[in-house]
């Protein structure tokens, strides 16, 4: 990517002088690679200070077609990294389109740096009706209630300290996005004085807060005197070494593992711990593990209560004493309800997650002398084979299968699935096999989080993987521009059966509970008649495709097809029509 969109720059050297410079020198000096935009008047003097100051690099503007890929790039780019990346939204209107793919970052508590433009704030400066309807005068009040902070930079002086608060509090645990609305006068505005930037080293967030000796020996105490303990495993970090310290807390007190689907890859699922596939929710199985349990450890699960509400609806009268070891609480507000239900927690433990397991681990080692405790529970073997039609026809499990049979020693990063993953097909071995759910529910954010973990692992020997359902992907096709241009490998698989299918149940359950014809489930739902031919969009784009395929045979030549051009660096596209149908149905209201 270093040869795309190179500025041509005089020999004369550039001096900041301009009040948009301190704006491109504060996103250099904090080492922010790229920045994903859609260009906007608002932020015309930060565009000017990429290009014509740095020269475009460090950070490297990303072009996209669309405020929502603008978010869900710098999102994908954070789930892969754990780190923020940077993406601007052009006034109040940008920052309207952007806000959905904001609130799945917050709901996904991922890091990000959002930069935003309104003004000029003084109306002297402002054009005639263009620059009063892109001006706000409390523009973060739009999106105050799911970032983690917001400012508004009065002078070019201000700007420094601005940049690092943000920078630091997103990487701070629990991260989420943060908001910094750059006034359009000032930007434009000419410095008086040199502004000084700051050594950001300085200025590196805190470690997260650790639990006292006293909950350590308490959580170590229970898990060793249960009969039947149960680890919750829910956020986590990226690192390897977190990863291997969760496994030896399994391992060491013989507790069955669950993971959800919801979130990233977090345990290995084909270890025999981990008892049944990561879903959204509870199968019988898990339902009696979790009911037979005397102690369950929740490391940040999310929805602890959601999750204890499937196995007995009072969940306070659940026997098991809990330990739940989250961060969350902190970012709890009343706006949003992504708090979840109040779960019944005997220990409470206010650290993260893999702070808790590093302090846990060695406790509970030196207790056992090393060896590992037997399990009451281990994974019941699941045969990887396709639906008795794939001659024929692809079931939506079938593409789970695909990928798993041809993957061989290929390391490869799925940055989106589709609800109807069944978990128990595709094993996730390290942590960067799974980068979860998009966070808030919202659509159209799935090939953009596929692109932004292209971006971050392009170098990786990781090839990224995307599963994406034909809703999802219609709202958010334009991102796949952004991946032609900057040749951004990944490979889209669209798990296509021309169908909101999830609100086609949805309509079914309130026709059933009222009496009414369930069989018009589709009407409103499906989308057919015509067929969208969802190849040629992206090939208009740019990006190599190919469909309708039909069937399991056809779908493993096309996603070996696909592979080869993601080695070579090309992003592809599949449109693999599949039948309609879950292997585990979402719950309904009312059920």
Known sequence: MQDIERPRLDDIPMLSGWGS???????????????????????????????????????????????????????????????????????????????????NAWCDRAPMLIVGATGPVATDKRRPWIDWIHTA??????????????????????????????????????????????????????????????????????????????????????????TNPVLLMGRGSRQQDDWDRRVALAELVGAPVFTSIRERAIFPTNHQLHVVPPSHW???????????????????????????????????????KIVHASLDSSLHRGWSADHFGLPPVDVPVTTSPDTFVAQLLPVIRARVGGKTRPAAAKQ????????????LEIAPRDIEVALSKLRGDRKFTLGHITIGWSGEAYHFTGPLDYLGHDGGGGLSAGPGLTIGAALALK??????????GDGDFLQGVTALWTAAHYRIPALF???????????????????????????????????????????????????????????????????????????????????????????????????
């Open 21 to 103: 410079d301190v704006s491109a020198q504060m996103l250099r000096a904090l080492k922010v690679k790229y920045v994903t935009l859609n260009p906007g008047a608002s932020y015309r003097g930060l565009h000017d200070s990429l290009v014509n100051f740095l020269g475009n690099e460090t950070p490297q503007m990303l072009l996209c077609l669309n405020e929502d890929h603008v978010v869900s790039i710098a999102h994908g780019y954070a789930k892969a990294t754990d780190e923020p990346m940077a993406c601007v939204l052009h006034g109040n209107v940008g920052l309207m389109h952007g806000l959905m793919g904001i609130y």
């Open 493 to 591: 698989i669209v798990s296509n059966n021309k169908s909101n299918f999830n609100d086609e149940l949805h309509q079914e359950a309130v026709a059933k509970v009222r009496g009414r014809p369930p069989e018009n489930r589709w009407i409103g739902q499906r989308m057919d008649d015509p067929t969208v031919d969802l190849a040629t969009m992206a090939r208009g784009q740019g990006v190599e495709a190919e469909g309708p395929i039909k069937t399991v045979p056809e779908l493993e030549n096309a996603i070996r097809r696909g592979l080869a051009a993601v080695a070579a660096e090309r992003p592809y596209l599949i449109d693999a029509h599949v039948n309609p149908g879950y292997v585990g149905p979402p719950l309904a209201r009312g059920e």
């Open 380 to 391: 019941e073997a699941t045969p990887v084979v396709y639906s008795e039609k794939a001659d």
């Open 282 to 320: 509870l199968s019988p199985r898990g339902k009696e593990i979790i009911k037979a349990a005397d102690v369950i450890v929740s490391l940040d699960w999310i929805d602890l209560n959601g999750t204890l509400l499937q196995v007995m609806r009072d969940t306070h009268r659940i026997p098991a």
């Open 459 to 468: 170098d990786s020997g990781r090839t990224v993987v995307a599963v994406l």
């Open 137 to 226: 005068k409390d523009q973060g009040a739009l999106l105050r209630d799911f970032t983690k902070w917001d400012d508004e930079p009065r002078s070019a002086a201000a700007i420094p300290e601005s940049f690092l608060r943000a920078m630091q509090l997103t990487r701070s645990l629990p991260s989420a996005p943060v908001y910094i609305c750059l006034d359009a006068g000032l930007q434009e505005e000419k410095l008086t004085s040199a502004i000084a930037i700051p050594d950001v080293s300085r200025f590196e967030p805190p470690a997260p807060p650790s639990a006292n000796a006293a909950t350590v020996e308490k959580v170590a105490d229970l898990l060793l005197g249960a």
